[in-house]
């Protein structure tokens, strides 16, 4: 089945640092990829729409130049949150659809990254 | 109103007993439904996605949906403690933005 690769799975950093996530598609090409925030016993939280070749689409809320969202192949997008600080602390977790597959079917998600900002 | 609503519980279903999982959704646009089982501390994974009125069953589990009443729900059969975690109702919007979108979950524990 469709696999999706994320890493690293935690991260600590400091404040004011700048952390990168990755998400791969392994074995499937994905157009769209969507990153989501979940903070402890809260659920996903969509937090933008990664597009191959073009710019990203964030939701209300979510501050666009402190996620940067980069999806430059059909395997891969990063998310880099920039100048973290403590409330960032999530974990954070992306998904991606296989545009082969059934089109009203689910999407992958990745194991998520556990980012703690001290 | 939320786009997704849920019980977040917590249910607690004995050993073998049926758990019921309920969800209402509020986009008539919504075509596609899915529930997605989380461990703590884990990432989601799909149980079962289910577009068509009526029943989809697979193994335990059984999808039920109703268009009409706007209402998804989830029936796991001969519950074990395995199946202790958080479930999580979505909806997708097709021809849209393709989005995937969660309720809040309910926390199911299974009383061994």
């Known amino acids: 089945g469709a696999v999706v690769s994320q890493h690293p799975s935690w991260v600590i950093c400091k404040s004011g640092t700048s952390v990168k996530i990755e998400c791969r598609s392994l074995?499937?090409?994905?157009?769209?990829m969507f990153w989501y925030r979940q903070f402890p016993k809260q659920s996903l939280m969509l937090m933008a729409t990664?597009?191959?070749?073009?710019?990203?689409?964030?939701e209300q809320g979510v501050e666009k130049d402190k996620f940067l969202i980069n999806h430059a192949s059909l395997t891969l997008s990063t998310l880099t949150v920039t100048s973290a600080h403590p409330e960032d602390s999530s974990f954070y977790i992306c998904?991606?659809?296989?545009?082969?597959?059934?089109?009203?079917?689910?999407?992958?998600f990745g194991s998520g990254t556990r980012l703690t900002v001290v | 109103q939320k786009e997704v609503e849920q019980n977040s519980g917590p249910l607690s279903v004995p050993e073998g007993a049926i758990a019921s999982l309920n969800c209402t959704y509020s986009d008539r646009g919504s075509q596609s439904f899915f529930w997605y089982r989380q461990y703590s501390g884990k990432s989601p994974e799909l149980i079962m996605f289910i577009y068509s009125n009526g029943d989809k069953e697979d193994g335990r589990f059984t999808a039920q949906l109703n268009k009409a009443s706007q209402y998804v729900s989830l029936l796991i059969r001969d519950s074990q403690p395995s199946d202790s975690a958080t479930y999580l109702c979505?909806?997708?919007?097709?021809?849209?933005?393709?989005?995937?979108?969660f309720g809040k979950g309910t926390r199911l524990h299974i009383l061994p």
């Open positions: 998904s991606a659809r296989d545009v082969s597959g059934d089109p009203r079917g689910g999407y992958t």
């Open positions: 990664s597009n191959e070749g073009s710019k990203a689409t964030y």
């Open positions: 979505a909806v997708k919007r097709m021809n849209r933005d393709d989005k995937i979108i």
């Open positions: 074995d499937f090409q994905a157009t769209t």
